[in-house]
């Protein structure tokens, strides 16, 4: 099937005409098919206006088919400010246009256009403030025409994840550079990651011309294709956008709903070149486009984009667009060279026997429109006299698609992120780039090279480049140096200045020739601040048709080069991102223990703690409460065992590790025994508590420091960064993972560890409550750490990580004979609740200090320093705003959760952060926030709960159980 509208095969590489599709735009049916975009469909329908553009209301169509302008933005149902250009259409699609008063076709607030003499750029930093109080006039004016498009409140997020890709190579672009470098790395020994913002592959090798017989190059773009799609060594994400460059090569890829965070050792940039547009007056209406456009719309889609054309060109490509669309049925009114003669004189030759005019240094002054501005409908063609000037009269011609291209931008975004300057040769109108980073090659066009036999060479010669730092080097690389001449392929100066203006330097912007050089004459010379003042290039395109024609006015302007004035920063992304794509679901690295077999074969119920995977409870899921009640009975009556290998470990040595450790932490740890432990709470610059564990001194120059799972890696970056200030003579590792530790603890722990360990007095008197020892226990090397986290008799066993599961296995032997049984987390939660002990970043939060937790007793008031000190004597000389409180509720009363509100009166005054029913209590106790003035024991603080009820609870001094300490300290 066949649209009357559409170009038969072979064109239309991208489209299924097998397949239909039906959609809407503005209330009106079309048909289009698979593989359309909703552009391209509409395109194909004759529909050319799709938008208007943001400031002064103009008719907009399509203008490089690329995603590389805002002209095509649309509505969808669910998303506003759509790049239809780029959109796949789907079945029942409904497409609004957007940015318009009334309707599309009949904008009312067309008549801006009349009152831009009124609106110079710039004019709102002066015009909105004055006389005094005049802004709240304008305010909800500019509020309500402020913006495009509209967002569905209602829109359900979609989901969106994370995944990790590691590669030798990435190469960026997958044209005739990107396919052959990716081609020569993986036949050098190479895994390449091949990235690709198209459905298919091949770049420009899909829609451009290189020659007047195109046959080879059509040929050879299938061969490559084919190639390495078929290479065992090369993967492929195709529609996909590299949207940045970070050190060390990551590279955030989007590919729909995924953002692939890619690291790569070595990193080819094959992105290409952005076609340029001529500044001539009227040069945005719909119909005029980018050669390259049109190329794309006959080639991928199959639209015939015109009756009668007329293309504009600085270069020999408009030639060989111009043989494109005579060969497709289109009318080529003329080709008009902004040059004296083309590099090619064969191609001159060649259109003039097609009967096709040439008007040689001319160019179109003027675009021509009926009523409406809704589609060009001529150009008047004058000779270029001067540079930016033309003579005083000349031709009209006729034209319903006007095909423009200045020459080529190499997309240098990504380059410049990773630290290159992109540098502009005056005399020959070129761009370089310099400056790059260790192991970033560029091939192609986006490094100057256009001609197809040099695009390929480029390619080879930076895969040979990347193997070679890869230690893959291959021999029979020379041929990749021998370029050869390039062509000019930029005009020097395409912008030709109107006395009435409209000649739009950036399209999403609406900003024309004469904003640019006000910007100047109000004192802004640099670059960088007339983008500021101006707006250029802060659109959607991000300065991809307006930074070149920028720079030339801007330099014009101030009597320097363009080499000198340079082009605005490129920072990341290099396109829109959607916050989903940030926010998206991760991959979280999971860890287990040593012991995380033996923990599955006792049956239990495995959580994530941080990175690690954790018994949560032993036990079915659906009798967690009971499981965990039973547990807890046996820590308080018998012996139980739980894995702590994921408790954060820091070794701390040298000289100066007491200073150190006394400088971070709030206690005092100058003149801490050696064989004793010590409670460690650590608070931030801003005095707010961020971590919290237990400091054993093992020798003069040796403490074994505990963090919390989730926080050791932050504890640890903190004691790097502060002894990089301090410069003590201290070795700080982090020894997480290379330990593994449990936690024995019941009234019979003591009687299970004297089976397995006899070097030790593990007596009252030898080893006490707070006690550190160095050990053998199994006959494995021990660190021994006598604490009670939940409130028992209780040994911490800190092993060597290879020894974890032995030490499990000996433990649960030799406590068969007191009926030892493992518990877990959700256990030792429960335990340590009884005891009113806390749990930093679950009983704190980004605004908790010491004070308000009841933690004075952990500061050593008279050290000179610890970090944090100044904000804590400033915190604590405030009131009390609120306080941690433990506070318990009759069994049968409707159980809080983690994050019910603690109301006072209507106002909310803080939240519950733990909450648990207590077997040994026969209540349920928990620990929450409130108001400094409903923290006193006995009193009642309202908590409500699940339905909107709310519960009484009796605020408790802590701990709830054991007060004395009687229990752990036997």
Not at 416 to 426: E, K, V, W
């Given at each position: 099937m066949t649209s009357p509208s559409r170009l038969p095969a072979p064109m239309g590489l991208l489209i299924d005409r097998d397949r239909p599709l039906h959609f809407e735009f503005d209330g009106t049916r079309y048909q289009g098919f698979a593989g359309d975009s909703i552009a391209s469909a509409l395109l194909g329908n004759g529909r050319w206006l799709l938008s208007r553009s943001f400031k002064y209301h103009r008719p907009r169509g399509p203008l490089s088919m690329a995603g590389q302008d805002a002209n095509s933005l649309v509505q969808l149902p669910s998303e506003p400010n759509v790049l239809a250009d780029m959109h796949p259409l789907q079945a029942d699609l409904a497409v609004t246009g957007q940015n318009f008063s009334g309707s599309l076709t009949k904008d009312r607030d067309a008549f801006l256009g009349h009152f831009s003499r009124f609106m110079p750029v710039g004019f709102y930093y002066r015009s909105f403030y004055k006389p005094k109080g005049m802004w709240k006039v304008w305010e909800p004016l500019i509020r309500k025409k402020a913006g495009l498009g509209v967002l569905d409140l209602d829109f359900r997020p979609e989901y969106h994840d994370k995944a990790f890709l590691f590669t030798d190579v990435a190469v960026v672009g997958a044209g005739p550079a990107g396919l052959q470098a990716a081609l020569s790395a993986a036949e050098g020994g190479a895994r390449v990651l091949l990235i690709e913002q198209q459905p298919i592959l091949g770049g420009a090798l899909n829609w451009a011309r290189f020659a007047i017989d195109d046959e080879p190059a059509h040929r050879l773009g299938q061969e490559l294709c084919a190639a390495v799609e078929s290479h065992p060594n090369i993967r492929i994400l195709r529609e996909a956008t590299c949207n940045a460059w970070f050190s060390d090569h990551f590279l955030p890829v989007i590919q729909g709903n995924r953002l692939y965070k890619v690291r790569a050792r070595e990193c080819i940039v094959a992105a290409g070149a952005f076609d340029q547009p001529v500044v001539f007056r009227n040069n945005d209406l719909p119909g005029i486009m980018l050669t390259s456009a049109a190329q794309r719309l006959m080639k991928l889609y199959a639209v015939k984009p015109g009756q009668r054309a007329l293309l504009l060109t600085g270069n020999d490509d408009g030639y060989l667009a111009a043989l494109d669309l005579h060969e497709q049925g289109v009318e080529v009114a003329a080709l008009v060279d902004m040059r004296a003669q083309p590099n090619d004189g064969s191609l001159l030759t060649a259109l003039r026997s097609r009967g096709i005019a040439c008007h040689l240094s001319s160019t179109v002054y003027e675009a021509l429109h009926g009523k409406g501005m809704r589609h060009v409908s001529g150009a008047e063609v004058r000779r270029i006299q001067a540079q930016g000037q033309v003579a005083d009269s000349g031709l009209r011609i006729d034209c319903d698609l006007l095909c423009m291209s200045a020459g080529y931008m190499p997309v240098y975004q990504l380059l410049c992120q990773a630290g290159a300057t992109l540098s502009y040769r005056d005399e020959e109108a070129a761009f370089t780039l310099r400056g790059l980073p260790a192991g970033l090659e560029v091939a192609g066009s986006v490094n100057g090279r256009h001609l197809l036999d040099n695009v390929l060479r480029d390619g080879r010669r930076a895969a040979a480049a990347a193997l070679s730092r890869l230690d893959l080097a291959q021999a029979g690389n020379?041929?990749?140096?021998?370029?050869?001449?390039?062509?000019?392929?930029n005009f020097d100066w395409p912008i030709f200045a109107h006395p009435k203006g409209k000649e739009f330097v950036d399209f999403d912007e609406d900003l024309q020739v004469r904003d640019i050089i006000n910007a100047t004459r109000h004192g802004y010379r640099d670059v960088q601040l007339v983008k500021r003042f101006s707006t250029v290039g802060m659109g959607p395109s991000q300065g991809r048709h307006s930074a070149l024609p920028t720079a030339r006015l801007v330099a014009q302007a101030t009597g320097r080069s363009v080499s000198e004035t340079g082009v605005t920063t490129a920072r990341p992304p290099f396109v829109a991102e959607k916050l989903a794509h940030i926010a998206g679901r991760g991959f979280d690295p999971a860890r287990q223990t040593p012991m995380h077999q033996r923990h599955l074969e006792a049956g239990a119920k495995m959580m994530p703690a941080g990175i690690w995977q954790r018994p949560a409870f032993y036990g079915p899921t659906e009798q967690r409460d009971a499981c965990m009640q039973a547990e807890a009975r046996h820590v308080r009556e018998k012996v139980g065992l739980i894995d702590v290998s994921t408790l954060g470990g820091l070794d701390v040595r040298g000289p100066d590790a007491a200073e150190l450790l006394n400088r971070l932490y709030t206690f005092a740890f100058l003149k801490q025994p050696v064989g004793r432990s010590r409670y460690a709470l650590m608070t931030g610059e801003d005095g707010v508590v961020i971590d919290d564990g237990v400091c054993a001194r093992f020798a003069d120059n040796h403490f074994y420091v505990t963090a919390t799972t989730s926080g050791v890696d932050r504890i640890y970056q903190q004691m790097l960064k502060w002894n990089a200030q301090w410069r003590l003579d201290v070795d700080i590792t982090n020894v997480t993972a290379a330990l593994a530790a449990v936690n024995l603890a019941g009234p019979d722990a003591r009687k299970v560890l004297e089976r397995l360990c006899s070097d030790v007095d593990l007596s009252p008197a030898g080893f006490p409550y707070l006690g550190v020892r160095l050990a053998t226990v199994a006959g494995i090397p021990a660190r021994l750490l006598r604490v009670g986290f939940v409130g028992e008799l209780g040994y911490e066993i800190h092993v060597p990580a290879r020894f974890g599961e032995a030490l499990w296995d000996a433990l649960m032997e030799a406590g068969k004979a007191f009926d030892i049984r493992p518990f877990g987390v959700e256990t030792q939660r429960l335990l340590r609740l009884e005891k009113g002990h806390l749990i930093i970043s679950q009983d704190t939060d980004g605004m908790t200090h010491p004070a308000e937790i009841d933690m004075g007793w952990a500061i050593a008031r008279n050290k000179p320093f610890f970090v944090g000190k100044r904000s804590v004597q400033i915190l604590e000389a405030q009131p009390l705003k609120r306080k941690l409180v433990g506070f318990s509720l009759a069994a049968e009363a409707r159980k809080p959760l983690e994050g019910h509100l603690v109301l006072k009166g209507d106002d909310i005054s803080g939240n519950v952060t733990s909450c648990e029913y207590s077997q040994t209590l026969g209540r349920i106790i928990g620990l929450a926030y409130c108001a400094a003035d409903q923290a006193t024991p006995g009193g009642q603080i309202p908590i409500r709960v699940e339905g909107g009820e709310v519960v009484l609870a009796e605020v408790v001094r802590l701990p709830f159980f054991d007060p004395d300490n009687t229990r752990q300290e036997l």
């Amino acid at each position: 099937m066949t649209s009357p509208s559409r170009l038969p095969a072979p064109m239309g590489l991208l489209i299924d005409r097998d397949r239909p599709l039906h959609f809407e735009f503005d209330g009106t049916r079309y048909q289009g098919f698979a593989g359309d975009s909703i552009a391209s469909a509409l395109l194909g329908n004759g529909r050319w206006l799709l938008s208007r553009s943001f400031k002064y209301h103009r008719p907009r169509g399509p203008l490089s088919m690329a995603g590389q302008d805002a002209n095509s933005l649309v509505q969808l149902p669910s998303e506003p400010n759509v790049l239809a250009d780029m959109h796949p259409l789907q079945a029942d699609l409904a497409v609004t246009g957007q940015n318009f008063s009334g309707s599309l076709t009949k904008d009312r607030d067309a008549f801006l256009g009349h009152f831009s003499r009124f609106m110079p750029v710039g004019f709102y930093y002066r015009s909105f403030y004055k006389p005094k109080g005049m802004w709240k006039v304008w305010e909800p004016l500019i509020r309500k025409k402020a913006g495009l498009g509209v967002l569905d409140l209602d829109f359900r997020p979609e989901y969106h994840d994370k995944a990790f890709l590691f590669t030798d190579v990435a190469v960026v672009g997958a044209g005739p550079a990107g396919l052959q470098a990716a081609l020569s790395a993986a036949e050098g020994g190479a895994r390449v990651l091949l990235i690709e913002q198209q459905p298919i592959l091949g770049g420009a090798l899909n829609w451009a011309r290189f020659a007047i017989d195109d046959e080879p190059a059509h040929r050879l773009g299938q061969e490559l294709c084919a190639a390495v799609e078929s290479h065992p060594n090369i993967r492929i994400l195709r529609e996909a956008t590299c949207n940045a460059w970070f050190s060390d090569h990551f590279l955030p890829v989007i590919q729909g709903n995924r953002l692939y965070k890619v690291r790569a050792r070595e990193c080819i940039v094959a992105a290409g070149a952005f076609d340029q547009p001529v500044v001539f007056r009227n040069n945005d209406l719909p119909g005029i486009m980018l050669t390259s456009a049109a190329q794309r719309l006959m080639k991928l889609y199959a639209v015939k984009p015109g009756q009668r054309a007329l293309l504009l060109t600085g270069n020999d490509d408009g030639y060989l667009a111009a043989l494109d669309l005579h060969e497709q049925g289109v009318e080529v009114a003329a080709l008009v060279d902004m040059r004296a003669q083309p590099n090619d004189g064969s191609l001159l030759t060649a259109l003039r026997s097609r009967g096709i005019a040439c008007h040689l240094s001319s160019t179109v002054y003027e675009a021509l429109h009926g009523k409406g501005m809704r589609h060009v409908s001529g150009a008047e063609v004058r000779r270029i006299q001067a540079q930016g000037q033309v003579a005083d009269s000349g031709l009209r011609i006729d034209c319903d698609l006007l095909c423009m291209s200045a020459g080529y931008m190499p997309v240098y975004q990504l380059l410049c992120q990773a630290g290159a300057t992109l540098s502009y040769r005056d005399e020959e109108a070129a761009f370089t780039l310099r400056g790059l980073p260790a192991g970033l090659e560029v091939a192609g066009s986006v490094n100057g090279r256009h001609l197809l036999d040099n695009v390929l060479r480029d390619g080879r010669r930076a895969a040979a480049a990347a193997l070679s730092r890869l230690d893959l080097a291959q021999a029979g690389n020379s041929e990749a140096k021998d370029f050869l001449a390039e062509p000019r392929v930029n005009f020097d100066w395409p912008i030709f200045a109107h006395p009435k203006g409209k000649e739009f330097v950036d399209f999403d912007e609406d900003l024309q020739v004469r904003d640019i050089i006000n910007a100047t004459r109000h004192g802004y010379r640099d670059v960088q601040l007339v983008k500021r003042f101006s707006t250029v290039g802060m659109g959607p395109s991000q300065g991809r048709h307006s930074a070149l024609p920028t720079a030339r006015l801007v330099a014009q302007a101030t009597g320097r080069s363009v080499s000198e004035t340079g082009v605005t920063t490129a920072r990341p992304p290099f396109v829109a991102e959607k916050l989903a794509h940030i926010a998206g679901r991760g991959f979280d690295p999971a860890r287990q223990t040593p012991m995380h077999q033996r923990h599955l074969e006792a049956g239990a119920k495995m959580m994530p703690a941080g990175i690690w995977q954790r018994p949560a409870f032993y036990g079915p899921t659906e009798q967690r409460d009971a499981c965990m009640q039973a547990e807890a009975r046996h820590v308080r009556e018998k012996v139980g065992l739980i894995d702590v290998s994921t408790l954060g470990g820091l070794d701390v040595r040298g000289p100066d590790a007491a200073e150190l450790l006394n400088r971070l932490y709030t206690f005092a740890f100058l003149k801490q025994p050696v064989g004793r432990s010590r409670y460690a709470l650590m608070t931030g610059e801003d005095g707010v508590v961020i971590d919290d564990g237990v400091c054993a001194r093992f020798a003069d120059n040796h403490f074994y420091v505990t963090a919390t799972t989730s926080g050791v890696d932050r504890i640890y970056q903190q004691m790097l960064k502060w002894n990089a200030q301090w410069r003590l003579d201290v070795d700080i590792t982090n020894v997480t993972a290379a330990l593994a530790a449990v936690n024995l603890a019941g009234p019979d722990a003591r009687k299970v560890l004297e089976r397995l360990c006899s070097d030790v007095d593990l007596s009252p008197a030898g080893f006490p409550y707070l006690g550190v020892r160095l050990a053998t226990v199994a006959g494995i090397p021990a660190r021994l750490l006598r604490v009670g986290f939940v409130g028992e008799l209780g040994y911490e066993i800190h092993v060597p990580a290879r020894f974890g599961e032995a030490l499990w296995d000996a433990l649960m032997e030799a406590g068969k004979a007191f009926d030892i049984r493992p518990f877990g987390v959700e256990t030792q939660r429960l335990l340590r609740l009884e005891k009113g002990h806390l749990i930093i970043s679950q009983d704190t939060d980004g605004m908790t200090h010491p004070a308000e937790i009841d933690m004075g007793w952990a500061i050593a008031r008279n050290k000179p320093f610890f970090v944090g000190k100044r904000s804590v004597q400033i915190l604590e000389a405030q009131p009390l705003k609120r306080k941690l409180v433990g506070f318990s509720l009759a069994a049968e009363a409707r159980k809080p959760l983690e994050g019910h509100l603690v109301l006072k009166g209507d106002d909310i005054s803080g939240n519950v952060t733990s909450c648990e029913y207590s077997q040994t209590l026969g209540r349920i106790i928990g620990l929450a926030y409130c108001a400094a003035d409903q923290a006193t024991p006995g009193g009642q603080i309202p908590i409500r709960v699940e339905g909107g009820e709310v519960v009484l609870a009796e605020v408790v001094r802590l701990p709830f159980f054991d007060p004395d300490n009687t229990r752990q300290e036997l």
